[in-house]
């Protein structure tokens, strides 16, 4: 994965972090790593990794996600 696209997916608006990036990859790759019947699906099937699916599912836009304020 290019850095190129990471640096693109920063300019998002509701992903402004690399932190966040990370964690988002993190939940997905936890949900990947451990599917229960909620669980979607791979959406990218370049990869072989759980970690680098997720993190390429999140910068190619594939999973979406919100910020929940507490």
Not at 45 to 60: D, F, P, Q, R, S
């Amino acid at each position: 994965m290019p850095l190129l696209d990471i640096e693109k997916i920063l300019q998002k608006p509701n992903l402004k972090s690399r932190f966040k990036l990370v964690h988002v990859a993190g939940l997905r790759a936890r949900e990947l790593n451990t599917p229960n019947e909620d669980t979607i699906p791979k959406q990218l099937h370049e990869y072989n990794k759980n970690t680098t699916t997720a993190l390429g599912e999140v910068i190619k836009g594939k999973i979406d996600f919100e910020e929940i304020d507490e």
